[in-house]
């Protein structure tokens, strides 16, 4: 029918924390919460300016300490601590590296091998769907700040993908990536954007 508008659904700002130590060397980090390095704290900052073009409804961190610091260094307000984006709990598997586990495993990955102690990927998926429920009710866009295996499997199942689809997504540190819609579907707008730092002189 003519002059009948689209309704207004939200656009989910992902943001992935700074680097850390664990993050640099590859060891699953799951709930050891790691501080930023200061390339870390310096990758936060400079999402700021493009965030600060942004509005959101809801913004909503991950307890562990690395995501709430990304999202005070890049400007983001009123925020609030969502415990369903924790990073997967990786078990036993915390700390090692995936060229380590597979010496034990071939081919092992995160999204299909056995995590003994931890969460599965189903596990993670419900409450991935849960937070991606608490965006859609919101009144506006909506910013995370996250991890990065728990926000490439927000991506997979923003798409109706199964959670181990996850995989397909690389997400880089300190990035910010747009989920949005092509009418009625949900569709990735930008992924894994990273402003170039500027080096001191």
Known sequence: MAGVSEPKRPT?????????????SGQHTGLTDLPLLPQGEDEARALAPLLAQ??????????LGRALRTAELADLTDIQI?????????????????????EDVADWTVFDGEIPGGETAAEVGERVDRV?????????DVALSGHGHCLRIVAARWLGLD????????LGSGTISELDWEREQPVIKSWGLKPALVQPE
Do not use: M, N, Q
């Open 163 to 170: 959670v181990r689809d996850g995989r397909l997504f690389h």
């Open 82 to 102: 969502e415990p369903d984006l924790l990073e997967w709990d990786y078990g036993k598997v915390e700390g090692r590296t995936t060229a380590d586990l597979r």
């Open 54 to 63: 942004r509005s959101f409804a809801l913004v909503l961190s991950s307890p």
């Open 132 to 140: 991606i429920a608490r965006c859609l009710a919101a009144d506006g």
């Open 12 to 24: 989910v700002v992902l943001v992935r924390h700074g680097a850390t130590e664990w993050s640099e």
